[in-house]
C-alpha cells in the first residue's frame, strides 16, 4: 500500500466508505488538501491560500473511484441537513481544528502504546476507552478524557477491553470525525514517517484579485481562473465579523438586524464543533460574538413613525 488512495481504502475497512463515515472522510480530504498547497502556500496571498485549498480539496473528492457521484457532491457539504457546500473560509477553519484535534489524540494514545501492538490496535483501544467513558460519564469530549483516566487511574488496559460494552459499528464516526485521519496518518503517537508525500490532484490556479463576497467573512469556491473585481480591504488569515461591511447604508433597525443574522451564523457554526473543542474555548468565541452585537435600539430609533402614546 504505497499511494494515499490505497492506505485510506484500507483504513475505511473491508465494507468500505459508509453513509456514516462522511464527516470522517471530509476531515482526511481537508487534511490531504493542506498537505498538497502547503509547499506553495508561502507564495500566495492569504485569500488565495484558502481559495487553492478549497479547490485542491474538490479536486482529492474527485479522485476517489470507490464513491458514486451523489458521495462525492455530499463529502464537502456543511451539514447533511443543510446540503450547503464547505466555503473556503470555513473549510480552512475546519482543518485547523482537524489538526488540533490530531495532536489531542496523539496525547491520548499514549497509554495504549507498545507491547508489540499496531498502530491500528492501539486507535481501537482509544475507540473503546472513548466509548466507555461516554457511557460512564454522557459529558462533553472535552471531559470524558480526563474523568476517565481519573477514575480509572492505572487500569487502561481493563477500560480497553471492557467487556459487556462493545464499541457500535461506525461509533466513532459520528463521535470523533478525526479519528479515521488519525488512524491514516500517524503511526503511534507521531505522523508516520513512511507516509507517502502529498501529491497534487490539480494544479493551483487562483484569481490575481481577491473575489467578491456575498458576506465579510464568506468566498465562493474559485470555478475559474479569471480574476473577479478587486475588494477594497487587507486580507487576512483569519477574517473577524466586520461590523462596518454588514452594514453598507441602511437605517439603524436593518443595520441591527444584518448583525444579528450574521452573529446566528456563527453561533450555529460553533455548534458543529462542540465535542471537538473544548468547552471553555466555544465559551470565549460566544462570548466575544456577543459582544460584538448591537445595543437594543431605543424606542424612539426602533419604530420611528410611531406616535407617543397620549396621557390620560
Same mark, same amino acid.
Given at each position: 500500500m504505497s499511494t494515499w488512495e490505497e492506505r485510506l481504502k484500507a483504513v475505511m475497512g473491508g465494507s468500505g466508505y459508509e453513509n456514516s463515515m462522511r464527516r470522517s472522510l471530509q476531515s482526511v480530504i481537508l487534511y490531504e488538501a493542506k498537505r498538497c498547497v502547503a509547499p506553495r502556500l508561502s507564495s500566495l496571498r492569504p485569500f488565495q491560500r484558502k481559495l487553492a485549498f478549497i479547490d485542491q480539496a474538490h479536486a482529492l473528492v474527485d479522485t476517489l473511484d470507490f464513491l458514486f457521484p451523489h458521495q462525492k457532491q455530499e463529502i464537502l457539504w456543511r451539514t447533511a441537513t443543510s446540503k450547503e457546500a464547505l466555503n473556503a473560509d470555513m473549510a480552512w477553519k475546519r482543518e485547523r481544528l482537524v489538526e488540533r484535534e490530531l495532536a489531542n489524540l496523539s496525547k491520548e494514545i499514549k497509554p495504549f502504546l507498545g507491547r508489540g501492538r499496531s498502530h491500528q490496535e492501539c486507535c481501537d483501544m482509544l475507540v473503546q476507552m472513548l466509548f466507555v467513558s461516554?457511557?460512564?460519564?454522557?459529558?462533553?469530549?472535552?471531559?470524558?478524557?480526563?474523568? %476517565?483516566?481519573?477514575?480509572?487511574?492505572?487500569?487502561?488496559?481493563?477500560?480497553?477491553?471492557?467487556?459487556?460494552?462493545?464499541?457500535?459499528?461506525?461509533?466513532? *464516526?459520528?463521535?470523533? *470525525?478525526?479519528?479515521?485521519?488519525?488512524?491514516?496518518?500517524? =503511526?503511534? #503517537?507521531?505522523? #508516520?514517517?513512511?507516509?507517502?508525500?502529498?501529491?497534487?490532484?490539480?494544479?493551483?490556479?487562483v484569481p490575481a484579485e481577491k473575489p467578491k463576497a456575498t458576506s465579510a467573512?464568506?468566498?465562493? *469556491?474559485?470555478?475559474?481562473? =479569471?480574476p473577479a473585481a478587486k475588494e477594497g480591504g487587507q486580507d487576512g488569515d483569519e477574517p473577524a465579523l466586520d461590523v462596518a461591511?454588514?452594514?453598507?447604508?441602511?437605517?439603524? /433597525?436593518?443595520?441591527?438586524?444584518?448583525?444579528?443574522?450574521? /452573529?446566528?451564523?456563527?453561533? #450555529?457554526?460553533?455548534?458543529?464543533?462542540?465535542?471537538?473543542?473544548?468547552?471553555?474555548?466555544?465559551?470565549?468565541?460566544?462570548? #466575544?460574538?456577543?459582544?460584538?452585537?448591537?445595543? %437594543?435600539?431605543?424606542?424612539?430609533? %426602533?419604530?420611528?413613525? =410611531?406616535?407617543?402614546?397620549?396621557?390620560?
Open positions: 461516554t457511557v460512564l460519564y454522557s459529558t462533553t469530549l472535552g471531559s470524558q478524557i480526563d474523568r %476517565a483516566y481519573s477514575f480509572f487511574g492505572r487500569q487502561q488496559e481493563q477500560l480497553a477491553g471492557h467487556k459487556g460494552k462493545p464499541v457500535p459499528g461506525n461509533w466513532e *464516526h459520528a463521535h470523533n *470525525h478525526c479519528i479515521m485521519t488519525y488512524r491514516l496518518y500517524y =503511526k503511534g #503517537d507521531e505522523l #508516520d514517517p513512511s507516509f507517502p508525500a502529498a501529491v497534487l490532484a490539480k494544479e493551483i490556479v467573512t464568506h468566498y465562493s *469556491h474559485i470555478q475559474s481562473a =479569471k461591511a454588514i452594514l453598507g447604508e441602511s437605517n439603524p /433597525v436593518d443595520e441591527r438586524r444584518k448583525i444579528l443574522v450574521e /452573529v446566528r451564523e456563527h453561533l #450555529d457554526l460553533l455548534k458543529e464543533f462542540e465535542g471537538v473543542i473544548s468547552e471553555d474555548e466555544l465559551a470565549k468565541r460566544k462570548r #466575544d460574538l456577543f459582544l460584538a452585537m448591537p445595543q %437594543a435600539p431605543s424606542p424612539s430609533t %426602533a419604530s420611528p413613525n =410611531k406616535k407617543p402614546r397620549a396621557g390620560l
